[in-house]
């Protein structure tokens, strides 16, 4: 699998709860969106193949933000990640 298709899978994943997420559910998966998406674009510019080293910089991008999260969104975000990762 690419990064290109391992970013598609998470954001599928993503998407297909949407229409049975909670607000905090909404909230969390469009927040790790981001984070994905920037980790796939970063290992793709790096010429990186390695989804464990894509998985790393999800959770690096996440870590880096936890200021910027209240402490019960950034468990939120953390378990979805968990969730789509798994």
Request: some cysteine; hydrophobic content about 40%; charged content about 30%.
């Amino acid at each position: 699998m690419t990064i290109q298709e391992y970013e598609e899978k998470l954001l599928k994943l993503i998407d297909d709860g949407i229409d049975i997420a909670t607000d905090d559910e909404l909230f969390a998966g469009g927040y790790l969106r981001g984070h994905i998406s920037l980790a796939a674009a970063d290992c793709e510019s790096q010429n990186e193949l390695q989804l464990s080293v894509m998985k790393e910089k999800v959770e690096q991008s996440i870590t880096d933000a936890k200021s910027e999260l209240s402490p019960s969104d950034y468990v939120l975000v953390c378990q979805m990640w968990q969730k789509v990762s798994a």
